[in-house]
Nanobody, 121 residues
Framework: QVQLVESGGGLVQAGGSLRLSCAAS????????MGWFRQAPGKEREFVAA????????RYANSVKERFTISKDNSKNTIYLQMSKLKPEDTAVYHC??????????????WGQGTQVTVSS
């Protein structure tokens, strides 16, 4: 079955950086738009970033623009989220999503289990 496995989360001080990875198996991401979403305690899951199937287009939530960068390596069947200048409000479980609908930024059917990111002040 399709699996998306995130890694790279952890505890970091405000202003620090982390790089998240999402490796896909039983699913080729080379023709899929991919995304990252996050869910903080007591809040709904929210969109963070997306990358088009070609990798030529990206989109970000306003709250992470200029701080986060999404990228895609089709040869490794993996996407990444480079996060810098982290803030305590970035604390959440970050989930990878596959087969995102680019036009509407609607999440696809495939989700990873998530990786915890905690930013201390």
């Amino acid at each position: 079955q399709v699996q998306l496995v995130e890694s790279g989360g952890g505890l970091v001080q405000a202003g620090g950086s982390l790089r998240l990875s999402c490796a896909a198996s039983k699913l080729s991401i080379s023709h899929l738009s991919m995304g990252w979403f996050r869910q903080a305690p007591g809040k709904e899951r929210e969109f963070v970033a997306a990358i088009s199937w070609s990798g030529n287009a990206t989109r970000y939530a306003n709250s992470v623009k200029e701080r986060f960068t999404i990228s895609k390596d089709n040869s490794k069947n993996t996407i990444y989220l480079q996060m810098s200048k982290l803030k305590p409000e970035d604390t959440a479980v970050y989930h990878c999503n596959a087969a995102l609908t680019w036009r509407t930024m609607t999440a696809g059917n495939y989700w990873g289990q998530g990786t915890q990111v905690t930013v201390s002040s």
